[in-house]
């Protein structure tokens, strides 16, 4: 009983969490990731060409966002993350298929970051710890929805 009351706590988290301007990305959508370079410093990035200060500010921030998420939300990730940082806005929007005017979005385990954001550092932090909060909560729904249907046989 007390696994059910977390899968459905964790699902009205996540669903509270979506309301609040952030977009879906589709799974119908086909993404080459050819064009991105990796990060020297944190494989977990990789950024076009034009973004390599965004993601360069990123990598600042990313250990820090993943220890807080952890620990305000129930829970360690379950998989690795990745963050894809892109130049400008349009080939944000191009890749993910939500609008250009979203700073970021993400899907599965990765995280994807707006040109937009080139312009605003201060930002930066705050978009990857929101990212990271629905990254989070689907990988804990996930093993809370595995953990309930091997214990209901």
């Known amino acids: 009983m007390k696994k059910i009351s977390i899968s459905i706590l964790l699902l009205s988290s996540f669903l509270i ?3 609040g301007g952030c977009n879906f990305i589709g799974r119908h959508i086909v993404r080459w990731t050819t064009d991105f370079n990796t990060l020297s410093s944190d494989n977990r990035i990789l950024y076009e060409n034009g973004a390599d ?3 360069a500010e990123a990598a600042l921030h990313l250990d820090k966002a993943i220890k807080d998420v952890e620990s305000r ?5 379950t998989e690795p993350v990745k ?3 892109f130049a400008t806005p349009e080939k944000f929007s191009k890749f993910t298929g939500i609008s250009a005017k979203a700073r970021g979005a ?4 990765e995280l994807y970051l ?3 954001l080139k312009d605003l550092p201060q930002e930066v932090y705050g978009m990857i710890a929101h990212e990271l909060s629905h990254v989070q909560l689907s990988q804990q729904l996930k093993f809370a929805t595995r953990s309930l249907w091997y214990d209901s046989s």
């Open 17 to 19: 969490l979506s309301i």
């Open 53 to 55: 200060k965004l993601a």
């Open 73 to 77: 939300q129930l829970g360690k990730f």
């Open 83 to 85: 963050i894809y940082v």
């Open 106 to 109: 993400s899907f599965g385990n």
């Open 114 to 116: 707006s040109g937009l």
